[in-house]
């Protein structure tokens, strides 16, 4: 009898950028509980995240799949809010990373911020917390 080979993640790489921890672990558990991803980075502020990113795609040679596909963006955190990461990250995604998609996930139901997210380039859905198995499917 052979061993069932596990599924392959959805995504090679993904990123969850939030100021809350035990969001981050509990968005983290239900992303490797599903299978949507192995690697899963994890940031507290945008600005670490922005760093990380361009510290990638500085490095070169680097496999396309290390570069996250997808990044779950919280709106509300300190020193750079979610606007101010898709600003900045506009600047310096290239397509020679893969393709990225952008979900914010957020505990915000202003009508504004949903429109302002969708003007975003990455941006592909807006999402209520928590992240549910049903919101990865829909990725």
Known sequence: MTAKKKNAPKYPSVMLIDDNEIDNFINQKMIEGCGFSANVYVHTSGKSALEFYQNLAR???????????VIFLDINMPMMDGFQFLEEFEKIASPNHGPVKIVMLTTSINPIDIEKANKGKFVSQFLNKPLTQAHLETI
């Open 59 to 69: 490095a070169g040679n680097i496999p396309a799949d290390l570069f996250p596909r």
